[in-house]
């Protein structure tokens, strides 16, 4: 299966090949048509039928609906792709697909180099800028993402509509907003039935603590198609709102769709090619949830100290913490990471590490705001009554019609922990200490 976008001309040509910007800097490279000069058309050859095997493999992946399947296949395919680049060098294909295998694998650092190596071999490819955004993406280099893809916008017309929602992922990464949603809209007029696109406007919304729009946004989304982990999203904002029930069917939802035999969605609606959609979902990795860490989160009595525990222990909370924090030690500044580990540091208990945390999340990105909501909880489950009423009087004069869950509007009238400054009986000054004084309060009595 030869495909036609990688074919090289032979060309004797020499000069500088202006690089775009992939590894953060601009550089200049040989032209792809004069590494190709001296190609050796048996190596090339035995490269084309690995790379074709491997394309077999990959594009199989999901036949069985099998998960066990779908890596095994990938294992297959990253074999004969690293025996395809040994047999020719200079072979722009295999170096692409083996990027986006690593980029499934999550080495992502590996999948830059590759990634790079086939764009110096054919700078015109699309596939490859589109390819090398998503894996700056997904190793938390959002402005290096936001670059490539404004650049492939600009190259190809036809791709408006979903290199946008890309883009607007990008901005929302950033803390941009206002970019972020423009984005996110010029993707929807583009093209209309985008998943992708709406996916973004829901998450931008929650985190805006807009939760009526961000609810219309995700269920608009899933109205035009199965995706599990915007039914996590939504179970999200049904415990803010406290309609249990639902969330508990959002659950449910999720379990059943993200089994055994989930597909990841579709890459052509990031304008990948039919023949390389190899089912790569950068987006899932927006929440790093489970519905364990949620009911782990969902309980507000101390008596449920153990099942708090147990559901913490079933939705991994560890494992992701882990995950979420590793984005957060390549860029300090990934405001989201940091939140989603301030959600996680809630469903573990760490209410004290969860507050802390969502304040660094506010200082980053104060657009953020249904954080004040979460910086609430996480101060009143600590103690500290009087600064979580303060957090969610904040988010509530931003939004005073959003209807909260009950535990949130217990925090609202709380009484406050902060003891009255002592008194002193009529006629008696105060002592230092003891409450407010006046000038004459403080200038002692003299009998002179």
Not at 59 to 84: D, E, F, G, M, P
Not at 386 to 401: E, F, G, I, M, V
Request: net charge positive.
């Amino acid at each position: 299966m030869q495909s036609n976008w990688f074919h090289l001309r032979r060309l004797a040509a020499v000069g500088a090949l202006l690089c775009v910007t992939i590894s953060g800097t601009i550089g200049s490279s040989m032209p792809a048509s004069a590494q190709t000069e001296y190609w050796n058309t048996k190596n090339r050859a035995k490269s084309q039928n690995l790379t074709s095997t491997a394309l077999n493999y990959l594009n199989t992946r999901y036949t069985k609906s099998s998960t066990k399947n779908a890596t095994k296949n990938l294992n297959q395919a990253i074999v004969l792709l690293k025996q395809a680049i040994e047999a020719d060098d200079t072979d722009p294909l295999p170096h692409y697909l083996l990027g986006l295998c690593l980029n499934i694998q999550g080495s992502y650092e590996q999948a830059l180099d590759l990634m790079r190596k086939a764009y110096s071999l054919n700078p015109k490819e699309h596939e490859v800028l589109l390819a090398t955004g998503m894996t700056q993406y997904l190793n938390g280099h959002y402005d290096k993402a936001i670059t490539l893809w404004e650049k492939l916008a600009t190259e190809q017309k036809s791709l408006i509509g979903p290199v946008n929602a890309l883009i607007g992922f990008g901005y929302l990464r950033q803390g941009d907003f206002e970019t972020a949603a423009r984005s996110f809209s010029t993707a929807k007029a583009n093209s209309p039935g985008s998943q992708l696109a709406y996916q973004g406007i829901a998450i931008l919304n929650y985190l805006a603590g807009d939760l009526t729009q961000s609810k219309q946004a995700a269920e608009h989304a899933l109205s035009l198609g199965a995706y599990p982990w915007l039914n996590l999203l939504l179970a999200r904002i049904d415990y803010l709102e406290g309609n249990d029930a639902s969330a508990a069917n959002r659950i449910k939802t999720f379990k059943k769709q993200s089994g055994s035999k989930y597909i990841p969605r579709t890459m052509t609606a990031m304008g990948f090619s039919k023949q390389h959609d190899f089912r790569l979902d950068p987006f899932e990795n927006e929440i790093y949830d489970s519905p364990g860490a949620i009911l782990a989160r969902s309980i507000n009595d101390n008596k449920k100290e153990s099942r708090r525990k147990s559901y913490a222990k079933q939705g991994k909370v560890d494992e992701s913490m882990n995950k979420a924090k590793r984005l957060t030690s390549i860029n300090s500044s990934d405001y989201v990471a940091l939140h989603e580990t301030g959600m996680l540091q809630l469903s573990s208990g760490d209410y004290k590490g969860a507050a802390t945390t969502f304040q660094d999340v506010l200082r980053l990105c104060p657009n953020c705001r249904v954080d004040y909501i979460y910086l609430a909880e996480a101060f009143f489950k600590s103690g500290d009554v009087d600064n979580a009423k303060k957090s969610l009087d904040y988010y509530q004069k931003t939004y005073p019609r959003q209807n909260l869950a009950a535990n949130y509007k217990n925090i609202a009238t709380a009484t406050s922990t902060t003891p009255p400054p002592p008194t002193t009986p009529p006629g008696q000054k105060p002592l230092p200490g003891e409450g407010p004084q006046t000038p004459q309060d403080q200038t002692p009595d003299s009998d002179f």
